[in-house]
């Protein structure tokens, strides 16, 4: 977008580079990523995926909720590019997604919860 003419000119180094600000689509990409961390059940199944590959029965047991509860929320996060899976005979496993987002999301959340992976202890 061309750099438009603001009405007041404060200086501020940014006002005369909003050629460079990225798009409302790209904002709203973050948006769609942060909604998927609407639900704190979501972000421990995210969080437990960040540190293991896991089939949906093994993940209900390990956050003690139903398998289609477990579903539902594997969905949106695969949806949201967040985690992955593979199918292995019956079996499918699930896994956070190799990327740049969920390794960002991933620290993120032990960040704010001053935790540390589990392999790092």
């Known amino acids: 977008m061309p750099n438009p003419s603001l009405p007041h000119d404060h200086g501020q180094p940014i006002e ?11 904002f709203q990409t973050v948006a769609d990523i942060f909604k ?36 539902h929320h594997l969905k949106q996060l695969r949806i949201g590019g967040l985690i992955v899976s593979r199918r292995d005979g019956k079996e499918v496993y ?5 990327t740049v987002q969920a390794q960002l999301l991933h620290h993120m959340i032990e960040k704010m919860l001053d935790i540390v992976c589990p392999e790092s202890e």
């Not at 995926?49 to 289609?68: A, F, K, R, Y």
């Not at 699930?94 to 190799?98: C, E, F, G, L």
């Open 94 to 98: 699930y896994k956070a997604a190799d």
């Open 16 to 26: 005369h580079q909003l050629d460079h600000v990225p798009s409302v689509s790209d």
């Open 36 to 71: 998927q961390l609407g639900d704190g059940s979501r972000i421990r199944i995210f969080w437990l995926l960040c540190h293991c590959e896991e089939c949906v029965i093994n993940l209900s047991s390990m956050v003690n909720m139903s398998s289609p509860a477990v579903s």
